[in-house]
């Protein structure tokens, strides 16, 4: 659930990684047995060279693309390697890309008066004594900026540290989210909130509480009911750990980890055990298919469609610190670069990275969008994942003239 250090159309992403340890699982992309799915559009063959150039100098045997073009579904495609039968519509754990959903569920909140962002985490998780006092501090803007004092290259990543957190408080795993709290409100923050950005998997954990408890629903079901459903994105749920929902992929890596599922203490694939997809749920745990998250992109174009023009600002308002150098900074969920060179606006993003898969979710300025989900994220070549980017952006600066079809009817209705 990571970001990469990368380039995304001259927008740089802040990094880190959950790394598993062993030997290589699944089956190479072998070129005799490429398959590409959904309607091929002659025009964009551009973005399915890429993908097949991408995904066989890495092995990569499962991967799928989604393009719009001025709020029209242009490109839906599935690429496989392999025997895997990847269609426009197969599901992918998304990693990452989950947290716009988790901000844009908390705005959702707020539009309907149960909270502000001013408010503070700890009066509405009903968090008392913790031992740090300046959790005091930490308001729902600052949670969702990842300015909320914890910094994971310093501490660790307490989404990740299963086996560490079981041990201290002499509970079995798998964890539970109140475990990790309770393990995270007796340790001091690394920083004062509002004071460093530091991305943060365990500040999105606990809005996903914040969700439940003032909604009176589960995550998963407030998300489903009251962003997902208006905009007909039925195909979307919270991933497994070990079982498959209907249509979605299988995952790979070279690496094995030790199981976090239970504590017998057995060496599995990393993407099946090694971290939980329970307690990822509001940081990374969704499932989707490419043409379900372009959907999803629209909608911040789209006032009224789920978030009102007031919340749709405030996922691109600029923190109160953390704005790198280069000009990008972290909004609500989402990475933002002001563009002013060629035209106004901005261009957003995000990544995602856990063990058996790499994401990628872009917003042009100047009205494209495409989504890049891929069953893997380590091979053995050693080859950079976040090279993707440089591939999409490639793709459609060259593209001569855009179609004028729309493929959304087609996978939403």
Partial sequence: ???????????????????????????????????????????????????????????????????????????ARGYSGSALDVQPTSLFRIASLSKSFTAAAILKLEQDGKL????????????????????????????????????????????????????????????????????????????????????????????GRVIEKLSGLSYEAYVQQKLLAPLKIKRMALGWSIAKHTGETSYESQFTGRTVLDNSGATVASPYGSFSMRIQDANGGWIASAPDLVRWAKMFDAPGAVLNSTSLGRVWAKPETGIDPTGWYYGLGWQVRPVTTG???????????????????????????????????????????????????????????????????????
Avoid: C
Wanted: charged share 15%.
């Fill in 1 to 75: 659930m990571e970001l990469s250090r990368r380039n995304l159309g001259k927008l740089a992403v802040a990094t880190g990684a959950a790394a598993g340890i062993g030997v290589a699982v699944g089956a190479a992309a072998d070129a005799a047995t490429w398959k590409v799915t959904g309607t091929a559009v002659p025009a964009l063959a551009g973005f399915d060279n890429q993908m097949k150039t991408f995904m066989q100098a890495r092995g990569v045997t499962g991967g799928q693309l989604a393009v719009t073009y001025k709020g029209r579904l242009v490109l």
């Fill in 343 to 413: 035209g106004t606006g901005r261009n957003t993003w995000h990544t995602g990275s856990m063990p058996g898969t790499s994401t990628l979710l872009v917003r042009t300025y100047h009205g494209m969008s495409w989504a890049v989900l891929f069953n893997r994220r380590d091979d053995p070549s050693g080859k950079s994942y976040g090279d993707i980017d440089a591939a999409m952006w490639t793709a459609a600066g060259g593209v001569t003239s855009w179609p004028t079809h729309d493929l959304f009817p087609q996978y939403f209705n």
């Fill in 116 to 207: 502000a962002l001013s408010s503070k985490v700890v009066d509405l998780l009903g968090i008392t004594a913790p031992v740090d006092p300046r959790w005091s501090n930490i308001t729902m803007w600052r949670l969702l900026q990842h300015l909320g004092g914890w910094n994971r290259d310093v501490s660790g990543d307490p989404n990740f540290k299963d086996a560490a957190i079981a041990q201290a408080l002499g509970v079995p795993m798998e964890l539970q989210h109140a475990d990790v709290i309770k393990y995270m409100t007796g340790q001091k923050l690394d920083v004062a909130p509002g004071t460093k950005y530091a991305y943060s998997n365990f500040g999105y954990l606990l809005a």
